[in-house]
């Protein structure tokens, strides 16, 4: 595939695709069409996912009424109680969340949750956006199945002009109101094999949802093209290993579509490698691989760099994307990013488009990683062991909410 070819792939996908949504369907019907184009049959493979319509929102501060998204899947009813602003983690900070509707900063992760909750908190609100920039856009959050157990308060996200103006305005009283249907839908997982001369096979998987007001160009269907374009360059080419290519369903919503994957023993047996594409092809910014396996695959894929002039730090980590189910039973994964610096490209907004994408940039990324995939899928053996470390498990053990992260 040509520069051209891929940068026409983020311009048939301009669209938001949440996980679980028509549009994610249309996104995965794509992809097969993209197989199919180059003579490759691919399938969809469905997994349940929860659900929600929202069919009522409101958060009122002081009575005056402020723009919102209600949570999904946080339940429905109304509650209205003092507001209060935790600013930090600290014992006090938290001590003073019972009876109150609670803002945070950032992202409602699991321990923020269950501290929230720990203490008392009847509802809360989450904000996002930017200060700085001339939009007032609201993303649309979920109360993650995993964050909240079945324990679930209602809540809401504003925008981050709006959170501050609660502070300056010293807001005493809050009263949020959910109403909202729940159920289980269906997210999808698209699948495409190119058989080896052995049984076991290699997975390349790309996320290729996105977030409520992102058409995800760079995050992740950058990803999503470039296994279009690995598949493209071996479809002709024998090779010895098998290769799996696993474009994931909502990601974005807590890597769902590769941990259904994960979930069924028969599909890991043969698994000897998950290499995985989360953001490539970025005007700006390095090219890095995070490498959840034996820390000698580190300095193989620097040496490969370096050997096809292709500038790449490879580290040994935890990469917040599909690679990490993989990694957590016991298949030796990494991704490939090109990070860009964030003044220049940033994600999980209306920004990410394909303004922040270079073709000539995804062809030279996408024939590193196909070279690299080359060197494991024609080995006479895969060098990769498959264990993992156990440094590489502690970081797991943090990153799927076992552990909590020393402060
Ligand atoms: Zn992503």
Known sequence: MDAKQIMQIFEDTAYVRMGGSMEELRAAEYLVSCCAAMGLEARIESFDVDMAT???????????????????????????????????????????????????????????????????????????????????????????????????????????????????????????????????????????????????????????????????????????????????????????????????????????????????????????????LDMIGSVMGKFIACVSAEEKLCGYIEYLGAELDFPITAKQDVYSSDSTPFADKGVPSLSFARLAPPSTATIHNSYDTAALLRGEQMVADIDFISAFTARMACAKNIPVARKIPDAVKEKLDTYLNRKRAPK
């Open 54 to 276: 929202i069919h009522d929102a409101k958060f009122l501060a002081d009575g005056l009424e402020i723009p919102c998204k209600g949570y999904l899947c946080a339940g429905s009813g109304t509650v209205e109680a003092p507001f209060y602003y935790l600013r930090g983690t600290d014992p006090l900070s938290l001590s003073k969340c019972r009876g109150k509707i609670v803002m945070i900063d950032g992202y409602l992760g699991y321990w923020i949750y269950r501290d929230i909750l720990e203490n008392g908190a009847l509802g809360f609100v989450t904000y996002d956006g930017h200060v700085n920039y001339t939009d007032r856009d609201i993303d649309q959050r979920e109360l993650r199945a995993f964050v909240h157990k079945g324990d679930k308060i209602p809540g809401v996200n504003i925008n981050a002009k709006d959170a501050v103006e609660l502070i300056r305005r010293d807001v005493k009283t809050a009263k949020i109101v959910l109403k909202q249907h729940e159920y289980v839908g269906q997210s999808r997982n698209v699948i495409l094999d190119l058989p080896g001369e052995v049984p076991e096979y290699i997975t390349l998987t790309a996320h290729y949802d996105s977030t409520s007001l992102s058409y995800g160009a760079y995050d992740n269907m950058s990803g999503g093209a470039g296994l279009l374009g690995i598949a493209d360059h071996f479809r002709m080419k024998s090779h010895r290993y098998g290769l799996r290519f696993i474009w994931c369903g909502s990601e974005e919503r807590g890597l769902l579509g590769s941990k259904a994957y994960c979930a069924k023993e028969e599909n890991l047996k043969n698994c000897v490698l998950n290499i995985n």
